[in-house]
C-alpha cells in the first residue's frame, strides 16, 4: 500500500497518521479535563520512535512545525497596538528581567550542584529559563486569558525571554573554547546586521505593508490576501532570522506594526487555521523528540534535575511576582504556568553543542530534561488549580443534536450572545416582526432556547468568518449581548472595522467597559445593570413617601449627571467628573438642578444678591 501511495509521486501515510493522532487525542484527554497540549504531547509519544516507531525524525517535524509558534507570536502581535506596548514597557523591562535574573542565577547554582561546571551549568539553567511560549500560550488561550491583565503580564515576560535568545546565543559562542580569539569586527558586523534587520522590518510594517493590503483588497482575491498574510508572517520571521534574531520576535513585530491597520482582523482570520495546525503539530513533534531510552538511562540525574529544576523556577517567579504586588493566588498560578524549559532551549543547547561548550550526551540529557518539564506542565497547572479549588468539574459530554452553524443567514438584525441580556432584547424586535438571527457558543443554551421556540446558531462572534456567515454585512444592527467585557469590546472592533456601514449597539459590563467601547466607535452602549437599577431605586422612592411625580424628576436628574459624567470620563478617564456622582457624605449641592434661578422678594434682598454677584464677579477677574 504504501509503495503504491508513493508510486503516484505523494505519501500522505505520515500527514494521515499525525492529523489522526491529534484528532483522536485531544478530544478524549480534553474529555477527561486535561488540556490539549498534554493530548497532542502523549499523542507524538505513541506515535514517535520510542513509541510505535511510525516516525524516526522527530527534529524535522519540530521544524517545520515551529512556524506554528512563530504564526502565534504575529497573531499576538496583532492583538497589541504600539500604545498598548508601550504601556506594558516596565512589566516587559521591570518584571520580565528581575524573573530571568532571578531565575537564571537560581537554577545556575542547581547545575553547579549537579556537579557541572559553572560555564555548563549556567547554559543548562539558562535554556530551563526560557519558558516555553507555546505551551503558555496555548494554556492561556484555552482559558480565555490572554487578554485579561494577569496573561498580559505572562505575556510580557515571554516578548522579554524571547528578546534574552540573542544575548544568550553570543555568551555560548564567547565561551567556545578559542572564543577569546575572536574577531571583534566580525560581532559588530552581527549586531549592525541585527539591528540593521529590525529596522528595516518596521519601516516595511510601517510604510509598505497597509498600501500593499490596500491593493490586494482592491483586486477581490480572498486566496491571494491569505497568501500575503503568510508572506508577511514567514518573510518577518526569516528576516529576524537572517539578522541573527528570533523568527518568533520578527512575527511578533510585523504583527505588531499591522495592529492599527483596517486589515488586521481579517489577517488573524486567514492565519488562525494554519497557526492552530502547526502548533498542534509542534507538539507532536516534541512528544516524539522525548528519548525514552536517554530518561531511563539517566532516570536518577534527570528525574531529580526535572524535579529540582522546575520547584527553583517555580520559587523564584513566585518570589519576584509577589514582590511586585501580585496577589498570592496570581503568582501560584504563574509559577506553575512557566515553571518548565521552553523551545529555546533546543536552540541554545543545539548552539552550546556546536561550539563545543557541551558534549552529544549532555545534549541529549538536558534536552529530556526540559521535555519532560513541557509535558509535566499541563498537570502541574491542573494541580494547582485543584489545590487552590478553583477546577470546574468537567462538562459532560453535550449532545449536538439540532445545533446548526450559521451559513449564508439573510435577517434584518444579528444577535451575538443569547444569554439573559439577550432573549430579552430579542423580545421588541421579534414584536415588530423583523427577522433576527441569533448566534452563541454555549450548546446547552442554544438546546435550552430550541425548547422554547428560539432557532440559535452555534458561532464564535469574535471570528470574521462567523461574522460573515451570519450575514453581518447584510443586516441592520448588529447587538452584542454577550457577557464577557473583553469579548463583546472585540467583536465591536471587528464589526466596526470589516461592515463600517452597519450599527452596532453592545451591551457593556460595567462603566470601564463603557468607556472602553465608546473608543471602539459603538454607535450604542448600555450598561447592562443601568436601566434596572434606576427603575429600582424609583421604586423605593416612592414606597418611602417621596410622589410619584418627584421620583420620576429625581430620576431624569440621575440620568443627566450619569450621561455628563460619562461624556467627562471619556475625556479624562475612569476618574472624572466626579462632581457628578452622588455620595453619602454631606455635600453643599443640590440634590437636584433647580428648575428656576433664584429671585429676591424685595428691594433690600434684591440689593444682597446684587451685591454678592458684583463682588464675585470682580474676584473671579
Known sequence: MAAETASHGVDLIPVVTLLAAGVIAVPLFKRFGLDSVLGYLAAGLVIGPFGLGLFTDAQSIIHVAELGVVMFLFVIGLEMRPS??????????????????????????????????????????????????????????????????????????????????????????????????????????????????????????????????????????????????????????????????????GAFLAGVMLSESTFRHQLEADIEPFRGILLGLFFLGVGMAL????????????????VAFMLLKGIGIYAVARLLRSDHEEAIERAALMAQGGEFAFVLYAAATTFGVIDGQTNAIFTSTVI??????????????????????????????GIDA??????????????????????????????????????????????????????????????????????????????????????????????????????????????SLIAAGVDYQLRETLESALVFGCYALTKLGVPELEAEEIMEEVRRRDEQRLAIQQVEGLYGGKQYFQGNRPTPTPLTTPK??????????????????????????
Not at 138 to 147: A, F, V, Y
Not at 155 to 177: G, H, K, Y
Not at 372 to 395: E, G, Q, Y
Not at 441 to 459: R, S
Request: with cysteine; aromatic share 6%.
Open 84 to 249: 498598548r506596548l508601550w504601556g506594558l514597557r516596565s512589566e516587559i523591562m521591570g518584571l520580565g528581567l528581575l524573573q530571568v535574573v532571578l531565575c537564571s542565577a537560581l537554577l545556575t547554582f542547581a547545575g553547579m550542584a549537579l556537579g557541572y561546571s559553572p560555564s555548563v551549568a549556567f547554559v543548562f539553567g539558562m535554556g530551563f529559563v526560557l519558558t516555553s511560549t507555546a505551551i503558555v500560550f496555548q494554556i492561556l488561550n484555552d482559558r480565555g486569558e490572554l487578554s485579561t491583565p494577569k496573561g498580559q503580564r505572562i505575556v510580557s515576560i515571554l516578548l522579554l525571554e524571547d528578546l534574552a535568545i540573542v544575548p544568550l546565543l553570543a555568551a555560548v559562542a564567547f565561551m567556545a573554547p578559542g572564543a577569546e580569539t575572536s574577531d571583534l569586527s566580525s560581532d559588530l558586523m552581527h549586531v549592525a546586521i541585527a539591528l540593521g534587520a529590525l529596522a528595516a522590518l518596521i519601516l516595511i510594517g510601517r510604510y509598505l505593508l497597509n498600501p500593499l493590503f490596500k491593493v490586494l483588497a482592491q483586486a477581490g482575491a480572498r486566496e491571494v490576501m491569505t497568501a500575503a498574510a503568510l508572506l508577511v508572517v514567514l518573510g518577518a520571521a526569516l528576516a529576524m532570522q537572517l539578522g541573527g534574531l528570533s523568527m518568533a520576535m
Open 291 to 306: 528519548d525514552v531510552d536517554m530518561v531511563i538511562a539517566n532516570f536518577p540525574l534527570i528525574s531529580f534535575a526535572v
Open 372 to 401: 519532560i518539564s513541557m509535558v509535566l506542565t499541563p498537570l502541574v497547572t491542573i494541580a494547582v488549580t485543584m489545590a487552590t479549588n478553583r477546577l470546574t468539574p468537567a462538562a459532560a459530554a453535550t449532545s449536538l443534536d
Open 406 to 515: 450559521p451559513d449564508g443567514l439573510t435577517g434584518n438584525v444579528l444577535i451575538v450572545g443569547f444569554g439573559r441580556f439577550g432573549q430579552i432584547v430579542s423580545q421588541p424586535l421579534l414584536a415588530r416582526g423583523l427577522e433576527v438571527s441569533i448566534i452563541d457558543n454555549d450548546v446547552e443554551m442554544i438546546q435550552a432556547a430550541a425548547e422554547f421556540g428560539f432557532k440559535v446558531y452555534y458561532g464564535d462572534g469574535t471570528r470574521l468568518d462567523i461574522l460573515h456567515a451570519a450575514g453581518a454585512e447584510n443586516v441592520g444592527a448588529i447587538i452584542v449581548c454577550v457577557d464577557k467585557a473583553d469579548v463583546a469590546l472585540h467583536i465591536v472592533e471587528l464589526a466596526k472595522a470589516e461592515f463600517p456601514l452597519v450599527q452596532v449597539f453592545a451591551r457593556a459590563y460595567d462603566r470601564g467597559a463603557a468607556l
Open 596 to 621: 428656576r434661578t433664584g429671585r429676591s422678594g424685595n428691594a433690600e434682598a434684591e440689593a444682597v444678591l446684587k451685591g454678592s454677584a458684583d463682588a464675585s464677579g470682580t474676584a473671579a477677574t
